[in-house]
């Protein structure tokens, strides 16, 4: 059984830093592609930063990027992103997602349904 943990989460003032983790377990973490989406109250869950399976690959949402940097360590089976440069609206919790399929370099890794394993979540606030 898959399951995800992230950590990481907290109060920090604008322009500050956070790192997440997101601890993955029950199956080769390796092989599967990862993701972070996010979501703030009263709104839809929106993706934020997605890295391939090989770690070659990553993509950002427009609103992160140069700020926001996703990384994964297979010895640790551990996504992380580093959060730099944090804004008010950064604000929201902010999940980890995986892969349903190896190997997979997905079409849809900034849609929820491109991921088949979530975790619960931890909470980011950013004040101003």
């Known amino acids: 059984q898959v399951q995800l943990v992230e950590s990481g989460g907290g109060l920090v003032q604008a322009g500050g830093s956070l790192r997440l983790s997101c601890a993955a377990s029950?199956?080769?973490?390796?092989?599967?592609?990862m993701g972070w989406f996010r979501q703030a109250p009263g709104k839809e869950r929106e993706f934020v930063s997605r890295?391939?399976?090989?770690?070659?690959?990553?993509y950002y949402v427009e609103s992160v990027k140069g700020r926001f940097t996703i990384s994964r360590d297979n010895a640790k089976n551990t996504v992380y992103l580093q959060m730099n440069s944090l804004k008010p609206e950064d604000t929201a919790g902010y999940y980890c997602?995986?892969?349903?399929?190896?190997?997979?370099?997905?079409?849809?890794?900034?849609?929820?349904?491109?991921?088949?394993?979530w975790g619960q979540g931890t909470q980011v606030t950013v004040s101003s």
């Open positions: 997602a995986a892969d349903g399929t190896a190997y997979s370099d997905t079409d849809y890794y900034n849609r929820e349904y491109g991921y088949s394993y």
């Open positions: 029950g199956r080769t973490f390796s092989n599967y592609g």
């Open positions: 890295i391939s399976w090989s770690g070659s690959l990553t």
